[in-house]
């Protein structure tokens, strides 16, 4: 069986990572280290991680300031031991099996990095959680779409020697885990049956603040992608999709949900346009 480091960019994570980290104490795959990076947190996210003692892997926590994920990952990785090197989020938990199918393709040589498209929504049973789903147009259940393809630019395990040719990630924000795939010029394969579960914002705050952040990214077409962007959010927008979704399915807290949503979106892009610091 291979050996694995598993890296995990937290920031502000307190009452999830816990749940994360006994998740990856049932793995099936013996030779796991965990790596938990803490991105300048503000709560207890490192006091929560430090009382949770296991015998199942070496478990280790390094520090540093907020640069966001790509940052932390970064530096997960340069102090990983092990060959094949996993990313997770610190609100995910996991099928017990999970890293062992994850990285069967590379233990096989048939592929160096891989995904899953087994990601499931954990808390499906909150409105706004469904609702999320509805604004992303995924599958119900699921954080993806239906007919989702086999090859994607994230990637969720992968060989280190092919990590470390290319740098890692570029650090930055939004979108630094697509930075990847540019770099190593391939995209990474499919592992089926690597089943994990990834929670929604299931609050109105959770939906802004991520909302937030997701308006401060970098825009495609800049200035005009600004405006492109604030047009979309404009609460006459908002009101129009918030009505005909919430219809389409069935869900009347959709409206809401949409007009806090592009709220976000909206202070975002302000927020990004007058300091010129994107998301991290």
């Not at 990572?17 to 947190?41: A, F, M, P, T, Y």
């Not at 599958?139 to 007919?147: F, I, N, S, V």
Request: hydrophobic residues 40%; glycine residues 8%; aromatic residues 12%.
């Amino acid at each position: 069986m291979a050996k694995v480091s598993v890296i995990i960019p937290a920031y502000n994570e307190a009452k999830v990572i816990g749940e994360c980290i006994k998740s990856l104490s049932r793995q099936s795959v013996i030779d796991l280290e965990v790596i938990v990076v803490d991105d300048g947190s503000t709560d207890s996210t490192v006091k929560t991680i430090v009382k949770l003692k296991t015998d199942d892997f070496n478990l280790k926590i390094l520090r540093g300031e907020h640069l966001g994920t790509g940052a932390a990952r970064n530096l997960g990785a340069d102090q990983s031991l092990w060959p094949i090197l996993v990313f997770v989020d610190a609100d995910m938990t996991f099928d017990k099996d999970f890293i062992a199918n994850l990285i069967k393709h590379i233990e096989s040589g048939k592929a160096k990095g891989t995904f899953s498209k087994d990601e499931k929504v954990s808390n499906w049973n909150n409105v706004w959680a469904r609702c999320w789903n509805a604004n992303e147009g995924w599958e119900e259940g699921k954080r993806h779409p239906k007919d989702y393809p086999d090859h994607q630019p994230v990637f969720r395990a992968i060989l280190k020697s092919e990590f470390d040719r290319v740098g890692g990630f570029n650090p930055g924000g939004y979108d630094d885990d697509w930075s990847l795939s540019k770099k190593l010029g391939y995209e990474a394969v499919v592992a089926p049956g690597a089943i994990f579960y990834h929670k929604n914002p299931e609050s109105l705050g959770e939906i802004y603040k991520h909302a937030k952040w997701v308006g401060k990214r970098k825009y495609k077409y800049g200035f005009f992608g600004y405006i492109a962007g604030i047009v979309r959010a404009s609460l006459p927008v908002s009101l129009i999709i918030g009505i005909y979704k919430s219809i389409k399915y069935f869900l009347p807290a959709f409206l809401i949900f949409k007009i806090v949503y592009d709220f976000g979106i909206l202070i975002g892009i302000w927020e990004l346009l007058i300091s010129g610091k994107s998301s991290k």
